[in-house]
């Protein structure tokens, strides 16, 4: 383990963090605020959004409940769930918000989520993979994998390839079915470490994060390789939030805490101005039958090259199905 194995990555994710910061700031002086975009209505439509119950899954759960959305928040807290399906009933007066327990921490309580939804017999034209952990102390997954690429990634892997039918069956020629997976721009400054993806070899918080936000990325391009390769009505995008004021930050060091609480309000977006790029990949009709891109402020944009580099996200798709343990059905594509 080198010394710096620590130290860079952290200065690497601080870095990004300040350039976006700087952006925001920018953007928020020099743009005049502009009237929120309307969307259609989506009444008879599903979706799920995963870590619906907090921050930015919160907004968007909510945004598509008013739309007339059919939303089931997958979340690990009962509680928190519960509350947040009252709220988002009182103020969207939609008694089409529901919570279903799925720990993404956990393969097992994947796959017996899948197994609770497909027994509502109800379709599924929208899947939002938003939830995630920053900067958690190194330990395991039930499953034994880091914690950062087993739940933000793997979790995630897992759910969406669980789901792929019954996006399939939702999604038609107009109307396809929509994935969209929340990354962050760290991932610009995240390296994938194919023979080391459990951080086993040296741990940082601020890398492991970084690499599941880059596993991201490298997922949504290879899944929309797959899609559009079966000819599926199904169209994969990911976003990137910006920073964002959240519970997400409650790991990182007591300055920067203090430093964000005074702060937040200047520089960071609010949560609901965090969840306005998924929601725009999630219902917008300029995104109707647009997949594999990276969207930022609702508009296409470059993610780090590496992520484009189609042998990695191939290997990554491999070594992840062997991972979770399902079967690799990318071999018969590409
Ligand atoms: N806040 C930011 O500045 C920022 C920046 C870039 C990307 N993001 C990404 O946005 C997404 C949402 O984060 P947020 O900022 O709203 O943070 P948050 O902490 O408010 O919300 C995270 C959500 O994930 C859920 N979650 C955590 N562990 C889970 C588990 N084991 N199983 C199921 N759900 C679990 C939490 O319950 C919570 O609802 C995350 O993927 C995060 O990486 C956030």
Known sequence: MSLLSAPVPLLRVYWIGLLVILHQLRHRLLSRCPAAPVFPTQNGKVAIVTGGAKGIGYQTVKHLARLGMHVIIAGNSESEGQEAVRKIQEETSSGKVEFLYCDLASM??????????????????????????????????????????????????????????????????????????????????????????????????????????????????????????????????????????????????????????????????????????????????????????????EERTKSADIAYDEELQRRLWTESCKMVGISDKSSRVS
């Open 108 to 297: 097992k309580s994947i796959r017996q989520f899948v197994q609770r939804f497909r027994a509502k017999n109800c379709p599924l034209h929208v899947l939002v993979n938003n939830a995630g952990v920053m900067l958690v102390p190194e330990r395991k997954t039930e499953d034994g994998f880091e914690e950062h690429f087993g739940l933000n990634y793997l979790g995630h892997f897992l759910l969406t390839n669980l789901l792929l039918d019954k996006l399939r069956q939702s999604g038609t020629h107009s109307h396809n079915a929509r994935i969209i997976t929340v990354s962050s721009a760290t991932h610009y400054v995240g390296k994938l470490h194919l023979s080391d993806l459990q951080s086993r070899c040296s741990y940082s918080p601020h890398g492991a994060y970084a690499q599941s936000k880059l596993a991201l990325v490298l997922f949504t391009y290879q899944l929309q390789h797959l899609l559009t390769a079966n000819e599926s009505h199904v169209t994969a995008n990911v976003v990137d939030p910006g920073v964002v004021n959240t519970e997400l930050y409650k790991h990182v060091f007591w300055v920067v805490k203090v430093a964000k609480w005074m702060t937040a309000w200047l520089f960071f977006k609010t949560p609901e101005e965090g969840a306005s790029t998924t929601i725009y990949a999630a219902v917008s009709p300029e995104m109707e039958g647009v997949g594999g891109c990276y969207l930022y402020n």
